[in-house]
């Protein structure tokens, strides 16, 4: 069992930056692949990053290469996303999440943090 706590989401203006974290529970942290998504009210849920347990290899969704950074610190047990130059349409729930797999789809998770809010104001 993995329990998933996001922090650092908030209001920020366009172009800011925004670091998120999300603590994991449990002493196998590094055998999970870590990812993060997000939800903007009415859509579906989608994938913005993940990263191997290694932290080695990381892919990104299209609307966010070049602009958000997924990393992770196994000594801490914290995944974090890295986001910059943010735009209205990131605006959204973001969530962590953990798998023993390494994909961008939301199906191969087995563990969901709570979320946390990003509003990006033009």
């Known amino acids: 069992q993995v329990q998933l706590v996001e922090s650092g989401g908030g209001l920020v203006q366009t172009g800011g930056s925004l670091r998120l974290s999300c603590a994991a529970s449990?002493?196998?942290?590094?055998?999970?692949?870590m990812g993060w998504f997000r939800q903007a009210p009415g859509k579906e849920r989608r994938a913005v990053a993940a990263?191997?347990?290694?932290?080695?290899?990381?892919s990104y969704a299209d609307s966010v290469k070049g602009r958000f950074f997924i990393s992770r610190d196994n000594a801490k047990n914290t995944a974090y996303l890295q986001m910059n130059s943010l735009k209205p349409e990131d605006t959204a729930v973001y969530y962590c999440?953990?798998?023993?797999?390494?994909?961008?789809?939301?199906?191969?998770?087995?563990?969901w943090g709570q979320g946390t809010q990003v509003t990006v104001s033009s």
């Open positions: 999440a953990a798998s023993t797999r390494y994909s961008l789809r939301p199906t191969s998770y087995d563990y």
């Open positions: 449990g002493r196998t942290f590094s055998s999970y692949g």
């Open positions: 990263i191997t347990g290694s932290g080695g290899t990381s």
